[in-house]
C-alpha cells in the first residue's frame, strides 16, 4: 500500500484564492511527522510546513496551513491568497517515529492564474 | 540550503557505462539519502545511510550501490547504466529541528541522461 497519497495531479486556482492540495497517508506508527514541499521549475525541494501527529493544533506558516485530520488520516496543504509565485509541484511527505525513511507522494502541480 | 552539493548537477551518458554521483555535506549529519525523481512517481527512495559504512536499500535499489566512507559524502553509483536510469536524483539529509521534528534538506539535484 503506498504510504502517501496524492490524487490530485494538476490543480488550478485563481490569483488572490485559497486553494488546498489533498494528502492522505497510511500508518500504523503512532508517531509520526507529515511535511509539504514544494517545487518550482527551477527544480529544488523546499520545505514549507511539519505537521506532528501528536501536535493538537493545525501547523500555519505565513499564507501555508495544513488541515490535520488524524482519524482520516489525511494532511492537506492549504495555500491562502494565492500569488504567482505558488505555482510549482507540491509533495506531501511522511517520516514513521520508529523509521528513517521519508515517504513521498506523486505530487500536485499548482498553477495559479491571473 | 543545509550544506548540501550534488557533483554534478548534469550528466549524459552511455548504455552500459558506470556512473558515479557524489553528495557532499558540511554539517556532519548522520542520516544521508538518495532518492530518484520520476513524473508520476514522485520521489522514491533508492538508498540511504546512518553512518559511516552503514548503508540501506530504499523500494528502488535495483542497479544502483552505494558507499560512505567519510560522514560528509555518500556516492550514489549505477553500475551499468540504462535508460530507465535516466532520471533526475536528489539527495538529502535529515536534521532534528526540535519538539519530534526531524526535516530533509535537499541537495539542488542532479539530472541523468542516459543515452
Known amino acids: 500500500a503506498q504510504k502517501i497519497t496524492q490524487t490530485q495531479p494538476g490543480m488550478f486556482v485563481q490569483e488572490k484564492e485559497a486553494v488546498t492540495l489533498d494528502c492522505t497517508y497510511d500508518t500504523s506508527d503512532p508517531s509520526y511527522g507529515l511535511f509539504w514541499y514544494k517545487q518550482p521549475s527551477s527544480g529544488e525541494m523546499i520545505f514549507l510546513i511539519y505537521q506532528g501527529s501528536y501536535d493538537q493544533q493545525n501547523a500555519t506558516e505565513g499564507r501555508y496551513s495544513l488541515n490535520f485530520q488524524k482519524a482520516r488520516k489525511s494532511a492537506n496543504l492549504v495555500i491562502s491568497a494565492s500569488q504567482l509565485g505558488d505555482s510549482a509541484m507540491y509533495f506531501c511527505a511522511m517520516r514513521e517515529g520508529g523509521g528513517n525513511q521519508f515517504y513521498f507522494g506523486t505530487g500536485t502541480s499548482l498553477t495559479v492564474i491571473p | 540550503d543545509a550544506g548540501i552539493t550534488q557533483s554534478p548537477r548534469h550528466k549524459v551518458t552511455e548504455t552500459g557505462t558506470p556512473v558515479t554521483l557524489r553528495c557532499h555535506q558540511t554539517e556532519n549529519h548522520r542520516y544521508m539519502y538518495w532518492y530518484r525523481q520520476d513524473p508520476g512517481h514522485g520521489l522514491r527512495l533508492i538508498h540511504y545511510s546512518y553512518g559511516v559504512k552503514d548503508t540501506d536499500k530504499g523500494e528502488v535499489s535495483d542497479g544502483y550501490s552505494v558507499s560512505r566512507s567519510k560522514t560528509e559524502d555518500f556516492l550514489l553509483t549505477l553500475e551499468s547504466a540504462t535508460s530507465s536510469q535516466t532520471s533526475v536524483y536528489f539527495c538529502?539529509?535529515?536534521?532534528?529541528?526540535?519538539?519530534?521534528?526531524?526535516?530533509?534538506?535537499f541537495g539542488q539535484g542532479t539530472r541523468l541522461t542516459v543515452v
Open positions: 538529502a539529509i535529515s536534521v532534528f529541528q526540535g519538539a519530534g521534528n526531524t526535516e530533509a534538506f
